[in-house]
T-cell receptor, first 110, second 114 residues
């Protein structure tokens, strides 16, 4: 099956700093989503981005499908950005089920 | 559009008891997915429905687990004879008709088996 690897596993930032989270995948994918899981466990959609670049406020994402990676950029981080960020892919058109990476746990300090 | 809802949000049960969770997808979303997430891990796929048809089940879904989606609306996930290893967050997601559309997740049901 496909492998989805995220780095770094943990990240601690001061409020206002910028960060880049990476997601590598071992095969071609049909779909890629980024999620933020808040401390209460809710998975919040950030981007649906199988290829290209998208921006939403302080967040942006880029997926280079041919090189099998995606990046999530967080600028001017805030304490509310804390939580776990997951990358998830749909592989081989398998019914649309998402295969998740292990996540990056982000902690933003005031 | 009220989003995906799940009930209950928390469940504590004793080993050997049966539990049932409910998921209400976003209206007009015909695909519904169940995932399980244990501490420190990413969610793992359990099963999915297109309308009322259950199209795939993961090997993670033992015989003690059963899921239904009568009439293609809400779905239930039942765990019989619960074991401590079943303790996890159970997440439901829905997506529109197209295969590669965004999935939207509910708040999850956190299960603790004592």
């Amino acid at each position: 099956g496909i492998q989805v690897e995220q780095s770094p596993p943990d990240l601690i930032l001061q409020e206002g700093a910028n960060s880049t989270l990476r997601c590598n995948f071992s095969d071609s994918v049909n779909n890629l989503q980024w999620f933020h899981q808040n401390p209460w466990g809710q998975l919040i959609n950030l981007f649906y981005i199988p290829s290209g670049t998208k921006q939403n406020g302080r967040l942006s994402a880029t997926t280079v499908a041919t090189e099998r990676y995606s990046l999530l950029y967080i600028s001017s981080s805030q304490t509310t950005d804390s939580g776990v960020y997951f990358c998830a892919v749909v592989w081989n058109n398998q019914g649309g089920k998402l295969i998740f990476g292990q996540g990056t746990e982000l902690s933003v300090k005031p | 559009d009220t989003g995906v809802s799940q009930d209950p949000r928390h469940k504590i049960t004793k080993r050997g008891q049966n539990v049932t969770f409910r998921c209400d997808p976003i209206s007009e979303h015909n695909r519904l997915y169940w995932y399980r997430q244990t501490l420190g891990q990413g969610p793992e796929f359990l099963t999915y429905f297109q309308n009322e048809a259950q199209l795939e089940k993961s090997r993670l879904l033992s015989d003690r687990f059963s899921a239904e989606r009568p009439k293609g609306s809400f779905s239930t996930l039942e765990i019989q004879r619960t074991e401590q290893g079943d303790s996890a967050m159970y997440l439901c997601a829905s997506s529109p008709r197209e295969l590669l559309e965004t999935q939207y997740f509910g708040p999850g049901t956190r299960l603790l088996v004592l």
